[in-house]
């Protein structure tokens, strides 16, 4: 492997992916057959209640929301050479800079909360993924590390703040109030029926929106702009950064932000589209899985979307399919995220080689 | 005396709440010296923990649970060793896919196994690794000062507690005065210089990760059949990270790598006992600000403001020979 795999382009992005995506499915129905149930039947009615109503794509939407947040979030970090598994932590941060605007500026109409509040999650998201990154860049110690350490911080810091500051008065469980009507984002449903367009009922709100342009901005940043490229140089090659002077510092500070400002945007949807109000581990796991859905997507928005929409089905159909067979729980999701981690990121290699040598065959015998 | 009694209680839970810390600590120890960065102590844990349940409950044998822990968390291990060390993948996201892998199996599988939610049926007797008492603890229990030392720091653990101090033992000697312990240390560091002595870097980092794996093993299973009475889900709860943390502290060292987890367990046994306690003078301390509290001293010392954790140099790295 000290020669790079050859492939074309095409194909990198797209069948290897698939390829690794449908190579963790196999496994895992191996492990559905394993405790005593038939994949194939265990798949139907997966796609059944992800697909199967208008009201399954609604929560298959709602849930791939989240993941094209976190998703993208780790997304733009790998294209500086960073990686950043903090973005459970700067989820929950997130919900708490939506929660402070909401709970003092409820009072005021929803086109000032709103912004406010989807500017206060992205702000204590982009802070809780700054100071990882300004502790690598002045200090030496590795965002690796830190934005798992500041996971653990960003929990700790919310079940003090929701026990003994801003919790709910006299609630036993650790949550706030609920916010105001006005700090409430819209259901789609709600949105689309002020139009006198009528679908079924779903959390599914205009946070997904927010996702898509989201995905737009991180597609033009990238890719067409000067910030974008310097963001790339850095990935690919530090020293070649050096020397066109780009300031590697600088494009760390300002990518972990953009990225924890992207994973905080999580709480947009959860807490502000959702909820209502602050609660614990409302993140639940879903930064873990933005890394699944940013390696299968290639760390590129319209596979990120794809990618999403693939873990809001696995999601939503996991939900519905536990309901008709008990044996098969959500946690079967989790599992898969941690195949589809292994063989998109980890195995890439054991994949890839077997497709570099098919093409290689192919352009001899065309030659 | 009354104090000296709670002394005494807050460091026996905080001996027994280090035990698990100390296994996957050492186990960190094992991977990163020979290169292999491991972020998934967490997962290997928890596999471990729920084979090792899921084993002894079946067989009514503890150490047939401990060995079916040690298995699953090798096998485990082996995952990681294969996407680190042969294929040369990356090895952080390697060690991430571990734990959410881990995640997931471990409460899919228990579930429908035994239908109880993730969890194994309570597991009593045999299955379970007891306290040793040691030869006359009872009759010296009442002696005071030296009496509840004895009694309950030293005897009354199970035997897998003693096993972590004799890993301990093992790992700091085997490292430090070993020529397999100064090749693992050598590979860790300079692995070109020892593929041209021409020792096996590949084998010598396969063999560290299985190392890793079986500590981890030991630590899933304290867990399971030392500490509980069976599995839970996600029952590691972040201690494979609060383990990762406590390496860091101790500087990637055997020994300091004992005193940081059982520093750290302490942090836990006084965060449960403050639980709810006003503390005349201060009032109410959070017991948030004490489990943030390993967390938030590594991340100060990363950062170089107390002294300077620096990782073995090639960790991390997948070792790519010259041709």
Known sequence: MSTPIEIPKWADVSLVPVLAVIVAFLVAGLVVLGIGENPVKATVLLIQGALGSGEGIGYTLYYATNFIFTGLAVAIAFHAGLFNIGGEGQATMGGLGAALICLNLDFLPWYIVLPLAILGAMAMGALWAFIPGYLQVKRGSHVVITTIMFNFLAATLVVYLLVNVIGKPGSMSPETRVFAASAHLPYVHEALAYFGIKIPKSPLNLSFVLALLASAFIWILVWHTKLGYAIRTVGHSPTAATYAGISIGRITLITMAISGALAGMLAVNEILGVQGRLLLEFSSGYGFIGIAVALMGRAHPVGIVLASILFGMLYQGGTELSFEMPRVTRDMIVAISGLVILFAGALDGLIRRPVAGVFARLLKSGA | ?323
């Open chain 2, 1 to 323: 005396m009354e104090i000296y009694a709670t002394l005494i209680a807050i460091l026996e839970s905080g001996l027994r709440l280090c035990v698990p810390l100390v296994f996957a600590c050492l186990a960190g120890l094992w991977s990163e010296r020979s290169g292999v960065v491991d972020i998934g102590l967490e997962g290997k844990m928890l596999v471990a923990a729920f084979a090792s349940a899921a084993a002894a409950e079946a067989t009514n044998s503890a150490l047939i649970g401990l060995g079916a822990g040690i298995i699953a968390s090798i096998g485990f291990a082996l995952i990681h060793g294969f996407a680190a060390i042969s294929q040369r993948g990356n090895q952080i996201v390697s060690g991430v896919a571990i734990n959410m892998l881990a995640a997931g199996l471990t409460a899919l599988v228990g579930n429908a196994w035994y239908a109880q939610g993730g969890r194994t049926p309570p597991l009593e007797g045999d299955a379970r690794f007891q306290p040793l008492t040691w030869p006359g603890a009872e009759a010296i229990d009442h002696i005071p000062i030296i009496g509840p030392i004895y009694a309950h720091l030293i005897s009354g653990h199970s035997a897998l507690a003693y096993c972590a101090l004799v890993a301990t033992i093992l790992s700091a000697f085997v490292l430090r005065r070993t020529r397999f312990g100064l090749r693992i240390r050598a590979v860790g560091e300079n692995p070109a210089a020892v593929d041209t002595a021409g020792v096996s870097v590949i084998r010598l980092r396969y063999s560290a990760v299985i190392i890793a794996g079986i500590l981890c093993g030991f630590a899933g299973s304290y867990l399971a059949l030392g500490q509980a009475a069976g599995f839970l889900t996600n029952m590691t709860a972040g201690k494979g990270f609060i383990a990762l943390a406590a390496l860091i502290f101790a500087k990637w060292r055997a020994w300091p790598a004992l005193w940081a987890c059982f520093l750290f367990g302490l942090l836990d046994a006084v965060a449960i006992r403050l639980q709810g306690v006003i503390v005349p003078g201060i009032g109410q301390i959070p017991v948030q600000a004490i489990q943030a509290l390993p967390y938030l001293m590594t991340v100060i010392l990363l950062a170089g403001f107390i002294g300077k954790a620096i990782p073995p140099k090639a960790s991390g790295i997948p070792y790519v020979k010259e041709r």
